[in-house]
């Protein structure tokens, strides 16, 4: 009888600890879903751009972008599993992270991630800079297809960088006809 007791007793404990154990597996797998969304959250909530206009957060104007949070929470954003289109809307804005932090060529490669993930504003982003060619060789052509991608995908900023692009008088693509259609788009 005493032996049973035991045996009962052993069972029950190892049915609570299981349980418990249980609970707790579910309680971290709740708990990584909820850091995944906290991460993205983050990241979209320090780096929005105004101009994606997928953005889930208030957009954030570039010199108000804290570039050491948004590096440090898109990065963890990255780290966790993400849709197609919010990796590459994590990727666009660790690349404006990257960019006020004047880490150009890392902003670049993050421009490029967030193309390769297909996501509309990231095209925007690296047609600008191939546009401005501030700390990469400007190469115009270049921007020229990728913000007609963007544009093409319902990026509708892009149309006001072509419009500049076709109003520049130092670009091959010079034409102010071209340049006031794009401008109309706008």
Known sequence: QSRMNGVHHACLCLSVLRNRVLGGVIMMLYAGTVLAQ????????????????????????????????????CTNALEQPLSEMERGRVWLQLGRGYL????????????????????????????????LGDDIPSDHRRAEALLKTALGK???WSAKA??????????????????SHFDRLF
């Not at 959250?41 to 208030?58: F, G, I, K, S, V």
């Not at 297909?118 to 925007?124: Q, R």
């Open 38 to 73: 906290d991460g993205l959250a983050q990241c979209d909530r320090y780096a929005a751009l105004q101009a994606d206009p997928a953005h889930t957060a208030p957009p954030v104007a570039f010199e108000m972008l804290d570039a050491t949070s948004a590096i440090l929470n």
């Open 162 to 179: 072509l419009s500049a692009l076709y109003n520049d008088p130092s670009s091959e693509y010079y034409n102010r006809q071209m340049a």
């Open 100 to 131: 006020k932090a004047g880490q150009s060529a890392e902003a670049i490669a993050a421009f490029e991630q967030a193309t390769t993930h297909h996501y509309p504003a990231g095209y925007f982003a690296l047609g600008v800079a191939y546009y």
């Open 154 to 156: 319902g990026v509708i």
